[in-house]
């Protein structure tokens, strides 16, 4: 399945009415079938309030979100999204072929992408995310980043054309982070899936993405939109390339004068 585009027009999000908190204010992005968007911005900064909005979980007060001529919503029940999150919701009494297969389980003849393979496919994923070992583990018998990567493949197995992944690898530690980066990169290669992926790494961001979106601290507001010059696929060493340097110097300049301006805020 290849993905879809998503375009993000003027959305705004105020929580609690006229005294609350505004989230996000006028945010415009477009990303195109198959592209890879990384959102990177300070805590707070309604990162993960965009992936709610973008999936028709929450409804913005201001602007629009289309998903190829769909509502957010009605691709979510056409299920277009798939979802990995910082911490892998997995069930710990089913194994860990289990868990890949628990959402076609769930969504049975309502899954539009079904196939007659699934176990198949399931069995495919896990190799494809190097667990072909561990299919019949439980969630309590693997490490967190195994955890992390049957979530992947869970997110993967019903095919979906859109992946919001919400700092899905941010607990981890740094060599099993970038094996799943490259994992990550492998299989969106082979699915075309698009990619809207949360991010406190600039690096991260930087090797994972075709663009890295900057938000500003709340309200969140595009302070940025960086292309990012190396061509997929990728392979670690395009971190040691100057232009890779460059670009992380440039966006972490960024990101300390948000850090200033909430320091400054808080200071108020
Ligand atoms: N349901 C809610 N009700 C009220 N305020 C909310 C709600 N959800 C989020 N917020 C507020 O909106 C702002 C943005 O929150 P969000 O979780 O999107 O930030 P984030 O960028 O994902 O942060 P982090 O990097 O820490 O995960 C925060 O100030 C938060 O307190
Ligand atoms: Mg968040």
Redesign the pocket.
């Given at each position: 399945m290849t993905g879809t585009g998503i375009a993000i027009d003027g959305v705004g999000m105020q929580?609690?009415g006229g005294q609350?908190?505004t989230?996000l204010d006028g945010i415009d992005l477009h990303i195109s079938a198959g592209e890879f968007v990384a959102l990177v911005?300070?805590?707070?900064?309604?990162?993960?309030?965009?992936l709610r909005i973008v999936s028709g979980l929450l409804e913005p007060t201001s602007g629009r979100v289309d998903v190829s001529g769909k509502t957010p919503d009605e691709a979510r029940r056409d299920v277009d999204f798939g979802f990995v999150f910082q911490q892998p919701t997995l069930f710990p009494w089913l194994r860990v072929l289990g868990n890949v297969l628990l959402p076609d389980r769930v969504l049975g003849r309502r899954n539009p992408n079904r196939g007659p393979h699934r176990e198949q496919v399931a069995r495919e994923l896990l190799r494809d995310v190097g667990l072909e070992r561990f299919e019949d583990h439980y969630p309590g018998q693997v490490s967190g980043g195994m955890r992390q990567r049957v979530a992947l493949a869970r997110a993967l197995s019903y095919d979906p054309k859109i992946l919001l992944m919400d700092?899905p690898f941010g607990a981890l530690d740094e060599f099993t982070r970038d094996r799943l980066n490259l994992q990550l990169l492998d299989v969106c290669n082979k699915t075309g899936s698009t990619v809207l992926f949360?991010t406190?790494s600039i690096q991260e961001a930087i090797f994972l993405a075709d663009r890295v979106v900057m938000l500003s601290s709340?309200p969140?507001r595009v302070t940025r939109i960086a292309e990012v010059p190396f061509r997929k696929p990728r392979g670690l060493e395009v971190r040691y390339e100057p232009e890779f340097a460059a670009l992380t110097g440039e966006l972490r300049g960024l990101l300390e004068v948000e850090d200033e301006v909430e320091l400054a805020r808080r200071q108020l």
């Open positions: 929580f609690g609350g908190v989230a911005g300070p805590s707070g900064c309604g990162k993960s309030t965009l700092e949360v406190h709340r969140g």
